[in-house]
């Protein structure tokens, strides 16, 4: 049997955004990530992976806590993004509504 790599972590998710000062003043502002990336502008690499315009992407934010390597926030901002998935949802509505965060030691995480 073949050695299988072990992920201890995943390295970032990708969030899309309406607007990245918003989000910002949550995730920086609040709950005091840091900005590892805020890059303005078309996204050549992003674009080609995802299929669209590089144009369609205006902004983006990458961030992380006390400079860790695993489970980076990386926020994007389209210039015409869609409604978002929650759109005149309620609670118990079956469509994805969560951002789920796990950590190990929440009062040691929350002392932080």
Do not use: C
């Amino acid at each position: 049997m073949k050695n299988k790599p072990e992920f201890v972590a995943f390295s970032s998710v990708t969030v899309g955004v309406a607007d990245t000062d918003v989000a910002y003043a949550l995730w920086v502002d609040a709950f005091g990530m840091d900005v590892v990336l805020d890059r303005k502008g078309p996204d050549h690499g992003i674009a080609a992976l995802w299929g669209i315009s590089p144009d369609e992407i205006s902004r983006q934010l990458l961030l992380n806590t006390n400079g860790s390597r695993y489970g980076m926030l990386h926020l994007v901002e389209f210039k015409n993004p869609k409604d978002p998935v929650r759109l005149n949802a309620e609670v118990f509505d079956l469509v994805p509504k969560n951002l789920d965060i796990y950590v190990r030691d929440m009062p040691e995480r929350i002392a932080e």
